[in-house]
């Protein structure tokens, strides 16, 4: 409450007496705010760069309502606009040296808006009305290089709205200038004034009484598990079990459920296959290659593009009865098809009972079987050579010599037999003998050819102790 | 394929050798060679090629000759051929067509418009058709540049 006066029946209330009525209650209401803390801007008055165009000034929100030291109400409505170019006492704010700066604070103040003039009992003129006001302030402090230039001090009866940097050339003041550390901003309660019930806590010091301390212990404590969740994070070893560590799985891949189950997992799989890095040196190079059922027909054991060429695309097919090495070949599951149509295909084919050498020499796109094949039959009865199928020619060597060995004009006759290289797949239906150096002995005829081989026979009449011969080519077909 | 047309009067041969083609009218030919003991009747010789002076022997297929193992390869049609040569030679010459080392007659009709729809001749081997036709042909230009073949 306030001090007061009681004025009386018939006082003649003087003009002194009847101020000291408005004074006492005007000192008890700005009792009350400094009594209770009420110090500092309210809301409002918050700076930014003059807009639309930024200058050498800074605009203040409204509405903006504040407490100086000694209670008074500091308030505006409208937005304010701060001249930073000069200060209250006019003088320039400008930088001067370049690299230097200066700083600038920017205050408000209480004040009184007088008006309503009357005219007294003493013919004097005075103003009735004297309204709560406020005024900005705008103070500077020494030129000094960046960084080491001192800020004005605070004022007793004023309150720091904000501080402004000032440099060297500058034309514009923009949010980086704008510096809010100081700013006297009201304060509802001290969080050491406010108490706290910390009977319940699990992991701040029961100990603490107010909101101070209780932030101050949780400061404490974040500190402490952010120093250890650091320390775990860079653990070189003994982290983090992996066996608590969860795998998402989106794609359904693993049958774990923690990562050391999937890692357990993947270099279970990959060490069927290969030698593992603790496993010393090879880290990473194939073991035995095992594969399981794979399909049925004739399915693709291996492949490899070797050095990109289609036509050395290399490939490995099995199925119920042989493995297949092929070039430019694969099977597509009715014919072989080629990777290049430019070049020849080519391969073998193994199996229990036989081996084939296979060409294919036609070009085709794809095609059901190789053109040309050589098979070695193991099992077969006759087995000690290859067996040609497809459009086969052969070329060989063929001689006949003979002698007269009496001593008169006589009938010599000269014969054999020629083995073919590889056993035909038919006998053959044309010999060819061509002649290479023939004497007095004429072209053999050919009979009981065969699969492997065919007779020659040719006959001479020669003078007593004559000689004859024919050497030459065959060529046959089949 | 060295038999590459029959017709009713002549067979045209294309010499394995030198790649000349003979035409040999069939009247001029005969079945078997030797005589005597050392008679062979399953041989068709022709005369020595015009070019190069080879004999080519045609050669019937034996007695019990299974199936070709290729039906339908040019060793397939050729065997044909001969043996069909062989058969209608034979029977001009009033064989039998039976017996061991003796004339038989060739393939049937049947079997010869099955395989030869267009008339006794061979077909041009797929290899054949694949042969460059001059210098510019682009496969040969193909396997110059290394992109062809091999």
Known sequence: MADRVDYYFRQKVTEAELDLGFELLERADRNLAADIGLFGIVSGAVPAPHSPLPGLSVDLTAPARAYDRAGQRVFFGTGQTVDCSVDHNGLPTEVTAAGNERWLSVFLRFSRSLSDPRTDGNSQQVLFRRDESFELVVRQGPEAPAGSAPRPLLEEAELLVCDVRRTAGQTQIVGTDLDLTRRQAFVFAPAGAVLVVAGLWKALATTASTVQQALDSADALLAQQGGRLGAHLEAAAGAHAASAVAVADAGGLLNAAHVEGALAEILGAFGAGHVRANEGANAGLHRAIRQPVLGAGRVLLFESGVTGANETRLRAYGDDGSVWVTFNAAWNGAAWARDTASFYAGGFRFARHEFAFLHDDLLAPAFADFAKQWTLRMNAEVNSGFETSGAVREVGRLGLHTRNPTLAVANATAGGAVTFRSRFPATPSSITLAPKASFKLPTPSVFEADRDGFGVFAHASLTADAVAYWHGTYTAVA | ?150
Not at chain 2, 75 to 86: F, I, K, N, P
Not at chain 2, 104 to 122: H, K, Y
């Open chain 2, 1 to 150: 394929m060295t038999v590459a047309e029959l017709s009713a009067t002549e067979l045209v041969q294309a010499c394995v050798v030198c790649g000349a083609q003979n035409r040999l009218p069939l009247a001029t030919l005969r079945v078997g060679l030797g005589e005597g003991e050392e008679r062979r009747t399953s041989t068709v010789a022709l005369p020595p090629c015009a070019s190069c002076g080879a004999s080519e022997f045609l050669l019937r297929s034996p007695e019990g000759e299974p199936p070709h193992p290729a039906p339908g390869s040019p060793g397939h049609l050729h065997r044909l051929l001969v043996d069909h040569l062989y058969g209608r030679l034979a029977l001009a010459e009033g064989g039998d067509g039976g017996g061991p080392g003796r004339p038989r007659p060739g393939p049937s009709d049947e079997e010869l418009r099955r395989w030869f729809p267009g008339g006794l001749r061979m077909p041009p081997s797929k290899a054949e058709a694949l042969r460059p036709t001059g210098p510019d042909d682009p496969l040969l230009r193909a396997i110059a540049a290394g992109k062809g073949r091999g």
